[in-house]
């Protein structure tokens, strides 16, 4: 029993982490119109993908479904910070573009999301930096194995 009770403080820890950190993006970077997340958003691609990216792409790297992604993406869109270039040979595969706005206003944001990174992490020593995210990869994989799983008993069981 006490290791379950463990098990159920280090997941909801997890929660905690999460919610702090999205409480945080929108105390540090909610702009005029736009949300900390959205704001968060844009920094990832403009450090990551500053020529572009695809939605499936973006998924992956973030790990959020492709309709949370889209919405995200629709209301930037409507912004004006993002924009998309369609595939000639495949009008289904579109690219994720910064447009000039963004490109104007990134500097700031990052600077903004730079401050807010360095005091959030300014706890931690680098051997601690690297054990979480050692654990991160292990309880990500872990979640990847499950639902691998679940997918495998899923088609078990409809055959």
Request: proline share 2%; aromatic share 8%.
């Amino acid at each position: 029993m006490e290791e379950s009770f463990r098990t159920e403080d280090l997941l909801f820890m997890v929660k905690r982490l999460s919610l702090n950190m999205t409480a945080q993006l929108e105390l540090n970077l909610k702009n005029k119109d736009m949300t900390g997340v959205q704001v968060y958003f844009l920094v990832y691609i403009l450090r990551h993908h500053p020529q572009g990216t695809y939605l499936t792409e973006l998924c992956r790297e973030i790990g959020v479904s492709k309709s949370t992604l889209s919405a995200l993406i629709k209301k930037l869109r409507e912004k004006g910070y993002l924009h998309f270039h369609e595939d000639p040979d495949d009008v289904r595969k579109k690219k994720v573009l910064p447009t000039e706005k963004l490109l104007a206003e990134g500097d700031g944001f990052i600077r903004k999301a730079d401050e807010m990174e360095k005091e959030i992490c300014s706890v931690l020593n680098g051997r601690e930096r690297a054990q979480f995210m050692d654990l991160e990869e292990k309880l990500l994989t872990q979640f990847v194995r499950m639902e691998q799983n679940e997918k495998n008993r899923q088609e078990v069981y409809l055959q």
